[in-house]
T-cell receptor, first 113, second 115 residues
């Protein structure tokens, strides 16, 4: 039972346009969500997060939207840059789980110059 | 600046060997994690530890064990390596308490090949 799903394995966008990465979850107990970015041969790095009490969190070019009723979150990157090309992982956690997160499969974003 | 280091970037072992993967973090984090990453399967949690000598099974603990004798060090042990354990292994750490505990800091990974 995969509790966090990223249904698009890959996404390709043109530089300067918007990138939208999607994530769906099934466990209604999740109350905090994170996005990580991973370059080849490196470990993932934290990008942005959102608490379940919010529906939007913005940090520069990156915005995460949460729709709790649909159990869906999305990451928007505007404008996209070639350096954003990476694998993006969505993660979800429950407050009582000692920091343990459940990760999605990842989406490979390619931003073309 | 948080730093998580892993003992090897690349490792080649033979089937049946005992394999040790070491992870060290320098930020006094309580929580430490071991994941494996496989194409199309994302990050799967093998074991995690929320304190010295404490450990809990993750989603795929079979064939693995862990050791945490010191707060900064978390070791993953493959008792008898098999070819289906060929994978990228990632270690992570996080502080305890509040929403800061949710953000994990990852090491660079160890690419293990079992032949």
């Amino acid at each position: 039972d995969q509790q966090v799903k990223q249904n698009s394995p890959s996404l390709s966008v043109q530089e300067g346009r918007i990138s939208i990465l999607n994530c769906d979850y099934t466990n209604s107990m999740f109350d905090y969500f994170l996005w990580y970015k991973k370059y080849p041969a490196e470990g993932p790095t934290f990008l942005i997060s959102i608490s379940s009490i919010k529906d939007k969190n913005e940090d520069g070019r990156f915005t995460v939207f949460l729709n709790k009723s649909a159990k869906h979150l999305s990451l928007h990157i505007v404008p996209s840059q070639p350096g954003d090309s990476a694998v993006y992982f969505c993660a979800a956690t429950v407050n009582t789980n000692a920091g343990k997160s459940t990760f999605g499969d990842g989406t490979t974003l390619t931003v073309k110059p | 600046d948080v730093k998580v280091t892993q003992s090897s970037r690349y490792l080649v072992k033979r089937t049946g060997e005992k394999v040790f993967l070491e992870c060290v973090q320098d930020m006094d984090h309580e929580n430490m994690f071991w994941y494996r990453q496989d194409p199309g399967l994302g990050l799967r949690l093998i074991y995690f530890s929320y304190d010295v000598k404490m450990k809990e099974k993750g989603d795929i603990p079979e064939g693995y064990s862990v050791s945490r004798e010191k707060k900064e060090r978390f070791s993953l042990i493959l008792e008898s390596a098999s070819t289906n354990q060929t994978s990228m292994y990632l270690c992570a750490s996080s502080p305890s308490g509040g929403t800061n505990s949710y953000e994990q800091y990852f090491g660079p990974g160890t690419r293990l090949t079992v032949t």
